[in-house]
């Protein structure tokens, strides 16, 4: 049996052992180092990151059965090395080929509407003529499917193993969520969610992009570090809401950039003030220039108030970005004005 008969068999019954609480397979996960055959002994290397002993051990007997039956194969040796996933961290955050600007949208605090600015910030990049590409870390409560009304399945590359982005609004859109399909995110323990978060932001053929926004996931845990350790970002922009509770968290997010020396482009308020529909009468709910104090506290940029408006809820809920869709609402409009600000801090100048 010729060396590429036997490593094409191999390869095809390893494409069959799936990562432990994964739907995908060891292969594409690129687990697998280095493999030999001599004479019926398969002789296999596998590099995984988790210190979790199980892992091996069931990777291992999933790999012995697939081979049960099969001839040229009589016994399987598998030499493990683990490399705790800091190993790979410590090399540093690297850019993605091919994307000219990588930007964060982040928040200490839940809820304080990261999905809704990421969304409306990448369609209005793409309107303005950009190549835009938006991609959804939030693994356990994905949202921009919902927001850009976009629920194709995800399509692997071939040849490559690479995850293809779907289409929406002139936006490319990716979605760590969609990737998992039917495994329950609750199953997946912190290395492995640490393995995923690398692997899934190194797969995805974004192709030539000027900017790709990443909607991160609120707080500033181990998803969150792992995710700002492995792509080289160009810049992390805050959300808060204006009252003390959601300030405290924008302020152990700025924190946490800084420890990993992203830069700040700058802090944005969401949910400043309510208009009464019909009236100019502005209520500021939540109170008032919480945002703004923060961004001086911290010498960053305050990029603007964004209202609170039903219009900016409804159309996110019908996958519509407000921008695209009611750009003369008044959330609209501020939405349009913020991305131009933005786009023009990405490219004309390099100092905040
Ligand atoms: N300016 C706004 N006006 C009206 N509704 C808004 C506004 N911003 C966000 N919302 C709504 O508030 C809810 C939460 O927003 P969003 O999902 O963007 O927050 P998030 O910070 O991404 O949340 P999570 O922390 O769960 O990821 C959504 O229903 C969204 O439509
Ligand atoms: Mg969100």
Redesign the pocket.
Known sequence: MSRNEWQEEVVTRLRGVKYPGFSRDIISFGLVQDMALEGTELKLKLKITTPDPAVPEKIGKEIRDAFKGYGPVKSVTIETEVAPPQATAATGAQGIEGVKKIVA?A?G???????????NLAVRLAQSGLKVGLCDC?LY?P?QAL?LGCWEGVRVEEGTERLVPAECHGVKLMSMGMLLGDDSPAALRGPMVTRFTQQFLRQVAWGDLDVLVL?????TGDIQLTIVQTVALDGALI?TTPQEVALVDARKAIAMFRKVNVRILGVVE???YFIVPGTTQKHEIFGTGGGKKEAKRQEVPFLGE????????????HGKP?VLERPNSV?GKVFSEFGNHLSKILFLSNSS
């Open positions: 949208v928040s605090k839940g809820g304080v509407g990261k999905s809704t600015v990421a969304a939030d409560g949202s927001m909607d991160l996931p609120p707080g959300v969401n949910m400043s964004i209202p609170l408006d039903p219009e900016a809820r409804e159309c996110g809920d407000v959330s």
